[in-house]
């Protein structure tokens, strides 16, 4: 209902829904897109901050790495009850190990003991402490420091009004699709209006596909009534039958050869020679497919064996439940491999969604996709929340002072968009700059990152926002910029090696953080020289100008 009385029409009530949907969670949506943006390189941005791990460049063939592996675990964990090694891929550059020690078979994940092995020689490396890309991908989802149920019920709340905004925001636009492709540069509220549809039309499919498949993800916290009816609280019966094949199937694993059954030898096996022909077979069962991880069990019994699993999955339906094979240690013979899952339709299409939003299936090249669709995202939302206060300039213009909402909602704009920036910025050169060996290190590189935002707040809020802008833009680009020559000055592999030794994974956060270093420098540009030329147009009558009165970029 209007203030005159007269009744909404459908586009103007959503006008208005859309409005307030974005002023009341633009900045918690915006800081969810730029961490889950950054959250596609999740692997990379740990590795970056591992510099210890760039040394290690995998050989050719993965054969040289899984023995080199299996020698050193033999001297590192002799008495485990299991070996577990992730082979290195081009998102990985050492072995991943983990094993079992003795007595601790009960113990879960916190009675596993981790190591990272060199691709090459299989000796043990060191790496600093960090959370590294796993901060960033939590705080997407679960904020920090709070209770992870209230956090994600806050965020899924949030994903629900942005699945809101959107619906409502194309209702809204009559000509959406024309709008697509209609730019009007130095038009002040136009142009953000216009660089707002352009971002959410541009990416419009992402944008639904994101938001709804997040919507997915927090299904079970946002309406968790009917699984506790179903399956009478049992969340592991519930997991186990949306994997696929029910809590029965999921323990209908086959054992492996006791004592001698199904052909083993009474000798342990040398693992580290046995393991190249199993995975020769394996090449053979997988045509194009190859190896991920390789799990040894009871290493060092004549009992052992070896189980192979495919890197990834064929198809996004099973959710990168991969193939398996497994051998008999001593005497290579294949054994009953578990059968493959065989998720219910249902399952079906919420694993398609799932690995849509978590990006789990893309090779380099659509990783790259999905991060300039999530940049784009962060865009519209950015946009958005800048094009909010440019509406309201003649208003404060008219008033001859500024509200004091419109003065809490660009300060805070602020301190979201270019201090997030800057947040994330000193994340990462606080893993470079911290001492390797600092008590409570991975605490710190957080807290870096939480002091560093504030800063930012604080700086928006004494001083002008213009200048807060051009400053905070500065100096989020000049970080950004930085880290590719800071890596190597700290250890790590440059971008000019990173390339020449094929690893592509160090080189592409390095370029990750110049695209950033560009699109934040862009901002300052932008308004530095909206600024020029409006004092040469005003030069004439009035040759010490003064600045143009619009305070957003």
Known sequence: ?????????????????????????????????????????????????????????????????????????????????????????????????SWRPPGQENAGRAGLKRAELDAVTGEQITPRETRGGG????????????????????????????????ISGVITHKKIFADFFTFRPRKGQRSWLDAHNASAVLALPFHIVITFSGLLLFMATLMPWAIESAYQGDRQAYNAERRGGGAQAEQRA???????????????????????????????????????????????????????????????????????????????????????????????????????????????????????????????????????????????????????????????????????????????????LLPFDMAGRTGWEINAFFIVWLASLLHAIVRPARAAWIEQCIAASLLFALLPLLNPLTGGHGLYTSLQAGQSSIAAFDL?????????????????RKQRRAAAATAPAAPLAPASTSVTP
């Open 135 to 166: 901060f960033l991908y939590r705080f997407h989802f679960e904020l920090h420091s709070m209770p992870r149920a209230v956090a994600r019920w806050i965020v899924g709340i949030a994903t629900m009004f942005m699945f809101v905004a959107i």
């Open 254 to 432: 086959p054992r492996g050869p006791r004592g001698g059954r199904d052909g083993a030898s009474a000798q342990p096996a040398d693992l580290a020679a046995a393991i190249g022909p199993m995975l020769a077979q394996t090449r053979q069962e997988w045509p194009g497919r190859s190896v991920g991880t390789i799990t040894v069990n009871r290493p060092g019994k004549p009992n052992a064996t070896v189980e192979l699993r495919e890197h990834g999955s064929e198809s996004m339906i099973s959710r990168g439940a991969s193939k398996r094979l497994r051998f008999d240690a001593a005497s290579g013979k294949l054994l009953d491999s578990p059968p493959a899952r065989q998720p219910s339709t249902a399952s079906a299409i919420f694993n398609v969604m799932v690995v849509a939003h978590l990006g789990d299936f893309a090779g380099p090249a659509v990783r790259w996709l999905l991060f300039l669709s999530g940049v784009m995202g962060t865009a519209m939302v950015g946009t958005g929340m800048v094009l909010w206060v440019v509406k309201r300039l003649p208003e404060r213009r008219k008033l001859g002072h500024t509200p004091w909402g419109h003065h809490l909602v660009e300060k805070t704009n602020i301190a979201v968009i270019a201090g997030l920036a800057l947040a994330t910025a000193g994340y990462f050169w606080s893993n470079r």
């Open 1 to 97: 209902m209007r203030l005159d009385g007269k009744a909404e029409g459908l586009r103007q009530s959503m006008s208005w829904l859309h409005t307030w949907t974005g002023i009341l969670l633009g900045g918690l949506l915006y800081v969810i897109f730029f961490t889950g943006t950054l959250s596609y390189f999740q692997d990379e941005i740990s590795l970056w901050m591992k510099p210890e791990l760039h040394a290690s460049v995998p050989p050719a063939t993965t054969e040289l790495s899984a023995q080199a592996a299996m020698a050193s675990m033999a001297r590192i964990a002799p008495d485990a009850s299991t070996w577990t090694l992730t082979l290195p891929t081009e998102r990985r550059t050492t072995v991943g190990a």
């Open 512 to 528: 990750a953080m110049l695209a950033l270093a560009a699109i934040f420098a862009a901002i300052p540009f932008h308004m530095l």
